[in-house]
């Protein structure tokens, strides 16, 4: 049973079950070195009694995925590096993260209880108030974990789903991979948008074109690379613009009316798509 999409594929609520099965469970312990596994035989439904706002990832696997412990070490980074982002401390709650062995084993359960859930190698959903990660065993699962985490945080952090969807993407983005892969991949994009120019904004890049995306089903490629290199334009403390996006988040924190961001940029750095375009051409 699905109950309504909420607004996003990242952030619809339904009911799902879960069978019961031995599986080994790592938590890690928010943003402070807590870090331990324990052998658990978890049934979906259940609630950690007393970990609530201590733990966040509670992992659920058959078998331990390769390479565990460095995603474990990257992953446990993340609340601080966020909370940097953010310009005050992430919140950390406990999300459930479900393993998968492969493909076609995550596709079956996709198809069983997500059905209209886009096709993508990793998810984040929340059931029933409970934030989810799905994702596979494979050569992209930290990135991909990265990537959902990020969103947990955004959600976790951001209620109400007050985060906009491209800020909500572009910061996961930015977290998944090293800032070099994240402009090779981003930039090919970019540029082949903009062509031999530097002097337009070409329409699909522009900030109020992003705000405008209430769906990542309908996002593609070139709404990614905009987005993630939004985010990086606005962390950086070169182009003036930081003190705006700062003020932002605090606005949509402390669930203010906070309009549109290019709204704001446009008052306070009237030249603030210039000064994106001089940072396109720096990646
Ligand atoms: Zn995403």
Redesign the pocket.
Known sequence: MVSPVITTD?TFDHYWHVSRRAVLRSVIGGTASLLFTARVNWVGATEPSTTAGKQWLQFHYTEAPRGFEEILAELKQLPLRLSEVYGSPAIVRAVNVLIFSDRQQYFAHLEKTLPTAPRRNSLFIVRSGRPTILAVQGKTLLQDLM?EAV?SLNHLTFRNTSMPLWMD?GL?EWAEDSVEQQSRVHGKALRQLLGGQRILLPEPIRLAALEKIKS?TRADAVDYAASWAWCRFLLSGKYGCRGVWNRYLQDIRDAQQAGRLSHRLALTVPDYEQRFLRFLTSI
């Open positions: 990242s990537h969103h993407e996961a990542t």
